[in-house]
């Protein structure tokens, strides 16, 4: 299978890179970077190892782009209205596009706007990976990929499943993208916001008895709010991320790395569409609206 | 009548020099700033006249203090536990002690410490009123009083009202003290907490789209509670609330104050006995709950 990257980020650098360094055809988006890209090639240092992707199919539109079999994209979902015309010059008629990004119900958006048969699925990334300067990513940690099929080819999925191993890259199948996604938020919602609004780190906000009672809180709305979604996740599942944090290294979530470096915030799709999701199921989710507001507030002091 | 303030600061300082300007016998129990007052007395700088209480009656500790018949406390919340002690040694049988403090339960957990035939009273100040230096107070902006009686003579309220007008400061007689506490709590809690939590101004609260719907969203919480509570109070107050915000000068409320001075925050009394007063009346205040935790976490970086 041929591979488009949109968006040749943390992530789409990173496993763009991974599928490139073992031998698949990639083509990967640049934006302003693509001038380093064509000169230089494409650098990644990872704890797998560090190369560098030289010379690298660059392109500075994707209407420059063939037409590929999988479409990655690595993309923050802050510029997401642009996604779908970015995405239709390199699809076939029976493409897969993974969204390899955060929230809920991205992929109902996109597909939306794509044709009925063009595949769509999800991508968790489980990985701290960042932009360290034009064409170049640095992989510090984790690196896990959990991928789950919203409409679409199941086999083409596990292909893709089976070209990331093989790239090693740890990916797996999720059998239900719904349940993997608001599972994946029961991480995301608390912590994200939590060290934006507090100005601190995940450590800190474990270590106090105030703010780990409130996350241990918005996690159980993030639970309320999937079983209303028609998505049972037991209460063990926040103690097991509860402790899972407990043990992490220090880490800075992606929403607070956005904030510190004065980037839009992904508020919409991990929070704003977790409330309409719950409020449309007829229940509330007030922690969490309390955080969606602040986190706007916030935004609105610096952009 | 004789007063005692117990805790000459920025508004023990300034009711109590009113009262003693005005001819009032009063005793000013004073913490760090005895000798300066001593040597120099009280100085008082007021939107109604500046003026000194020089010599000014000044004692280090209440023991030292004589019995008096209303006992005016003006410290913060957060060292409630010394008071009733404090108090003991300026009591007659039958004085008035008029807590002129923030949030919601402390006469009753006052009262239950004092003799039954103390009288206790709380007093709701709107002043903009700071401690500038030893023994000075600048009062900057409103003056207004209400008190309302929790236990003890309403005759004897009565004629504190009226030693407090003479003096120069409204003072208003409240039929229930339990709703102008819940009332005075509906701009107290949003505002207070957010500006802190925020780290912003009431101004900018007031003008950001979201901030504006989550102060709106937390006073109605407040009215919830309220109401839970037995005191019913009509939405359109939440909305005058909103317009005397927007109406107001830039202000900062005296949480934020505590709070930019790294002295602790009286979180207690304003947010924890509301949330108490909800949870015993079988409701919840879910996002007063996340505030309260938010400042508990806050606090607790720099105390």
Redesign the interface.
């Known amino acids: 299978m041929t591979y488009a990257i949109i968006g040749t980020g943390a992530i789409g650098g990173f496993y763009g890179g991974m599928l490139a360094h073992a031998g698949n055809e990639v083509h990967f988006l640049f934006h302003s970077d693509y001038n380093d890209a064509h000169e230089r090639g494409l650098i990644v240092k990872s704890i797998y190892g560090d190369f560098t992707i030289n010379p690298v199919n660059a392109y500075k539109s994707s209407k420059d782009m063939p037409a590929c079999d999988v479409i990655i994209v690595g993309m923050k979902t802050v510029n997401e209205q642009m996604l779908p015309e970015m995405i239709k010059p390199v699809l076939k008629p029976t493409s897969l596009v993974v969204l390899i990004q955060n929230g809920l119900n991205i992929e109902k958006h996109i597909a939306e706007q794509l044709p009925e048969s063009v595949g769509v699925a999800g991508g968790m990334a489980f990985i701290c990976s960042n932009k360290v300067g034009p064409a170049t990513i640095n992989h510090l940690d984790y690196g896990f990929l959990n991928v789950g099929l919203y409409r679409g080819s199941e086999q083409m999925l596990h292909q893709f499943c089976d070209d990331m191993n093989a790239s090693g890259v740890k990916t797996t199948y999720a059998p239900d993208l719904k349940e993997a996604r608001w599972k994946k938020l029961v991480w995301n919602i608390p912590y994200n916001g939590m060290t934006v ?2 100005d ?1 780190t995940t450590e ?2 474990m270590k ?4 780990r ?2 996350i241990y ?1 918005v996690m159980l709305e993030v639970l309320k709010a999937a079983d209303a979604n028609g998505v049972h996740i037991p209460q063990s599942f926040a103690d097991d991320m509860m402790d899972l944090t407990d043990n992490m290294r220090p880490y800075k979530p992606s929403m607070r790395l956005d904030f510190d470096n004065h980037r839009p915030m992904e508020i919409h799709y991990i929070y704003s569409e977790a409330i309409k999701a719950a409020r449309e199921s007829g229940i509330s989710i ?2 969490i ?6 986190l ?3 935004q ?2 610096y952009l």
């Open positions: 609004i507090l601190t800190c906000l106090n008895q105030a703010s009672a409130l809180d007030p922690k609206e309390v955080m969606e507001q602040q706007k507030f916030i609105s002091t």
